[in-house]
């Protein structure tokens, strides 16, 4: 009744209803009609013992004050995301109601002059569009008509990375031009203002990259990286080891590498699988030639502490990066 009627109409997704009913199951049972039945592992939370009005009084006034993840049936870690969320959108909203006085003589940069910096010092660094004349010919052959798969990987990433640098250079010079008063100042440019001033990723530039938490100064060195990459093997060819994190939408690679496999040995796509194989190589350079059949790559992370190949733990504040080999030699591999 409570699950499918009177929660259940809002809920229109199984899994949640699932999730739901799950809940719900946890505090309408038999059990939890005797004085010993708790809801959660650390017996804070339970169905008082049969009494007058003040011990109920006295019970609830003995709750934690905060409601632990545990009451929902979740792991303590759960509170960790609903901190971190909450305590950026704080930050965020103390940010945006800075004023945008200051400076002048005597006084260091004004708002105005910090942001004209910025965007002087972004501009000049942002890297040149990747231009597919420039690329090396025999990455173009087409067979039967058609190009390589990782090669038409490539040419779809280098258009996404276009568009990012592209709406990067036109904001940013808008961007200069409203400050200097020769333009109206827009919302979205009054936003992308407010973002450099916070040293965060414009909104605008957002829209259209590839997701990342990072803040600004490391989000823009990562994506001169990632267009340095990708220039590598435009004009050099397909690299030894991919730097599959570094690209916008992985899975098309992925895809591509089956593409590739399945042409070379006229088998239908569909019955390929991944297989894979961790390598003794810690970096990129140390990889020295391509694999027979499939790929290298790089850029892959755990979470957690970081273990060396006997499982002990090397560093708990960094991520251990990993290198695979996809081997798809064998067209009925299964992970």
């Known amino acids: 009744m409570t699950g499918i009627i009177n929660y259940g109409g809002r809920v229109t997704d199984d899994l949640d209803r699932r999730c739901l009913i799950s809940t719900l199951e946890k505090y309408y049972c038999p059990d939890n009609l005797q004085d010993d039945y708790f809801y959660s592992d650390s017996e804070k939370y339970r169905a008082p013992p049969f009494g007058d009005a003040q011990s109920y009084r006295d019970y609830i006034q003995a709750l934690p004050e905060e409601d632990a993840p545990e009451v929902f049936g979740l792991h303590d870690n759960a509170n960790i995301a609903y901190q971190k969320e909450e305590s950026g959108a704080m930050v965020a909203k103390v940010l945006s109601i800075q004023p945008r006085v200051g400076g002048g003589s005597g006084g260091g940069l004004t708002p105005d002059e910090v942001v004209l910096e910025k965007a002087k010092a972004l501009t000049e660094n942002i890297p040149p569009n990747l231009d597919r004349a420039e690329g090396l010919k025999d990455l173009f052959k087409t067979s039967n008509g058609l190009l390589p798969s990782l090669t038409t990987v490539l040419v779809q990433e280098m ?19 409203a400050i200097g008063g020769f333009i109206v100042m827009s919302s979205e ?58 690209l916008f939408f992985p ?77 798809l030699t064998n067209p009925y591999l299964y992970l």
Request: hydrophobic content about 40%; proline content about 5%; glycine content about 6%.
């Open 189 to 246: 440019l009054d936003a992308m203002y407010l973002s450099l001033t916070n040293g965060v990723v414009p909104a605008n530039w957002e829209a259209v990259a590839y997701p990342s938490l990072k803040p600004l100064t490391p989000w823009f060195a990562d994506l001169v990286l990632r267009v340095d990459f990708l220039s590598t093997w435009l004009t050099q060819g397909s690299p030894v080891a991919y730097w599959i994190s570094g």
């Open 251 to 327: 899975q098309g690679f992925m895809t591509g590498c089956l593409q590739t496999h399945a042409r070379q040995y006229k088998i239908a796509i569909d019955e390929l699988a991944f297989s894979f194989q961790v390598l003794e190589a810690e970096e990129p350079g140390q990889v020295e030639e391509r694999p027979v059949d499939g790929v290298y790559i790089y850029g892959l992370y755990m979470d957690g502490a970081r273990y060396n190949r006997d499982q002990k733990c090397v560093d708990e504040q960094h991520p251990v990066s990993i290198f695979v080999l996809f081997n």
């Open 159 to 177: 258009e996404k990375f276009n568009r990012l640098l592209g709406v990067m250079r036109r904001s940013l010079d808008d961007l200069v031009q």
